[in-house]
């Protein structure tokens, strides 16, 4: 079985910053693409960026040149650095992950919430 955890959500100033891991745990062959999502009340999740396992790259134009994802292949765990977080920030954020273990599934943490007050 497969789990992703996710930690380091909480409440922060705007301007100030968080960062959130990721940790792929289970019977893992391979692991694709990872990558963080974003739920705000109210609204659609959306992809916050993704990370290949070469190490390429995407972000949302809400948060480019604010977030850096990056990834540790040998510990399975995805990052998302936030800085310059804004109050519109403030959303449960969500890892996932492309794994391969007989065949390749997409799997989703439980999600952590982050929240930038004003």
């Known amino acids: 079985q497969v789990q992703l955890v996710e930690s380091g959500g909480g409440l922060v100033q705007a301007g100030g910053s968080l960062r959130l891991s990721c940790a792929a745990s289970g019977s893992i062959f391979r692991i694709n693409d990872m990558g963080w999502y974003r739920q705000a009340p109210g609204k659609q999740r959306e992809l916050v960026a993704t990370?290949?396992?070469?190490?390429?790259?995407i972000y949302a134009h809400s948060v480019k040149g604010r977030f850096t994802i990056s990834r540790d292949n040998a510990k399975n765990t995805v990052y998302l650095q936030m800085n310059s977080l804004k109050p519109e920030d403030t959303a449960v954020y969500y890892c996932n992950a492309y794994i391969a273990v007989v065949t390749t599934s997409q799997y989703w943490g439980q999600g952590t919430q982050v929240t930038v007050s004003s």
């Open positions: 990370i290949t396992s070469g190490g390429s790259t």
